[in-house]
């Protein structure tokens, strides 16, 4: 088996855990769809290689779809990223970490305005 069957593999196995991240008792913090995505280089380094294949990435994105569909923006951005990895073959660990940030911020964001229209209510 190569290297993009192995992490295909991996990234489909990974794509049945919701959130995909290991966390110690001390970390227990509240797991993120971002976290899913950051988990993604560090399962490629223990396989040794920096990338990570666009079937794992997709694999990964379809596993944030329904947390991702709590905020339109944050939905958009992940079948965005799926149509994109029609076309890629790898991704590096920087690209994974800016799209982390960008969903977590997307519904970080929806999730406080809808907190805000509450209160107001």
């Given at each position: 088996m190569?290297?993009?069957q192995a992490e295909q593999v991996a990234g489909e196995h990974a794509?049945?855990?919701?959130?995909?991240v290991d966390r110690?008792?001390?970390e227990s913090d509240v797991v993120t769809p971002g976290d899913?995505?950051?988990?993604?280089?560090?399962?490629?380094?223990?396989?040794?290689?920096r990338f990570v294949s666009a079937q794992a990435m997709q694999a990964?994105?379809?596993?944030v779809y329904d947390a991702a569909a709590a905020a339109e923006d944050a939905l958009s951005l992940v079948q965005k990223q799926l149509t994109l990895t029609l076309n890629r073959s790898y991704?590096?660990?920087e690209e994974i970490e800016a799209m982390a940030v960008q969903l977590d911020t997307l519904l970080a964001l929806d999730s406080i305005d809808l907190a805000?229209?509450?209160?107001?209510e």
């Amino acid at each position: 088996m190569d290297d993009e069957q192995a992490e295909q593999v991996a990234g489909e196995h990974a794509a049945g855990e919701a959130a995909g991240v290991d966390r110690s008792a001390e970390e227990s913090d509240v797991v993120t769809p971002g976290d899913a995505l950051r988990s993604l280089p560090a399962e490629a380094h223990e396989r040794g290689t920096r990338f990570v294949s666009a079937q794992a990435m997709q694999a990964r994105l379809f596993s944030v779809y329904d947390a991702a569909a709590a905020a339109e923006d944050a939905l958009s951005l992940v079948q965005k990223q799926l149509t994109l990895t029609l076309n890629r073959s790898y991704y590096d660990a920087e690209e994974i970490e800016a799209m982390a940030v960008q969903l977590d911020t997307l519904l970080a964001l929806d999730s406080i305005d809808l907190a805000e229209s509450v209160s107001e209510e």
